[in-house]
């Protein structure tokens, strides 16, 4: 057995790296107001430098083995937000919401209809991009000015755009928290992680009841503003209906996905399909997939790289950090401590030791759901293992309660921040306060509340059974 990892005042000195990434996390989201992935890694790597001052004699080495450790675990998921970064782009470059603008425009809906439509297409758009922030900055400009224009209330359809956003982080198969929450949690019975396209395939219930219930919300509470002049050149200005076939190389990647259970291939032919079809309906050149310009690469193959190297810098960073906890035996003493607890001594108990644990991981953490996940992920890894619970389960509760309600507080989360900054700037509407959007933002409350009824009655619960089956008995 290796000999564990050793700090000069023991162990919980181990967390040092840990505090001082919360730190960097607090100072550039909360405090700068700097939403930069790359930022954070910085941190983390500081944080590892930091700690590695504290080992005792003789563990330095081994201190820096141990981030090795953790970083070798987080290549799969690096690899895969590569990949999914392609396909995002794609989707993005081709503007597939002036489609959904042109749509709402020909159904002549306005107030809370608006509001309520405005969240259904911002919902698609989000899971066929895979990004939540990415969507917010594309769809706030569009869909905010108009909507307010057209008498929607101000912080309910704020509150729907961002909830919205969150919506396909949660689901879309080519989010990273859907690929990072897969990619933690491991199977018993076989080798190898949780499947992405098996994680998407059994947490849609949650996401579409979820989904559904806020609609109604927001089409009954999103209305009530004044009409003004002009919503109709906002609209104007950002319609194509023709955007709209980018839809069908989206459901075959999302069809293949689930069916075959195999990501890359799904994401090769989406992003196959979407090349030949965004070319035949001149949605896109060939500048637009591979090109130059002044020098710089350009195009959906390079920007799609490009956009994913933050966060793959931040996965790896924060996986070492975990390396050093695990190396110290810190990860341990934390699953047993909650396994050893009442909560640990049945399924039921050990979900909602799984819930308290990201929701908080993600407050401390500033609504970083990528950092938040990658780090609790590992114990609740351990902790689902240990009362057998299905990968997928537990890959859904890390996502789902780390995209819901802890989200919401409006001093402490990235969407809250980024939600309220996007509404300034309209002469005929006063930028809203972080509690405007934090109230508005329905369906991350919703799907706490679904996601709570699912952990206290044991829907949509699975156990691992023979050869990583999902069975519905732990015995089985």
Known sequence: M???LEF??????????VVIFLFFCILY???FKAFEMYALAMGAFVALMVGAIFVKKGNYDRFWDSVYDGVKEAVPITILLFA???FSELIKATNISAGFVWLADSLGVDGGLFTAFTFIAICIISTATGSSIGTMFTCFPIFYPAGVLLGCDPAVLAGAIVSASIFGDNLAPISDTTIISAGTQEYTKKDGFAEVSGCVATR?????VAGTISFFLFWIFGGGGTVGVGASDILAKNMNPITLVMLVPVVVMLIVAIKTRNIYKAITIGIVLGIITGLAFNLLTFDNIISVKDGTPVGFLTDGINSMMAIVTLVISVYGIMGVLNGAGVLEKVTNGILNSKMGKTARGAEIAMMLGISFTTLIFGGVTSASMTTFGKVQNEIGKRVGLHPYRRANLLDGFANSIVLVIPFLSVFVFLGALLTQGYDFVAPLLLTQISSGMIYCMVLFLVLLFSVITGWGR???GLEGKAVSNPQD
């Open 2 to 4: 290796d000999k564990k």
């Open 8 to 17: 000069r005042g023991g162990w919980g000195v181990a967390f040092i790296p």
């Open 29 to 31: 989201f909360i405090v």
């Open 84 to 86: 999914i970064g392609m």
């Open 204 to 208: 849609l219930k949650y996401s579409l």
């Open 462 to 464: 699975k156990y691992e």
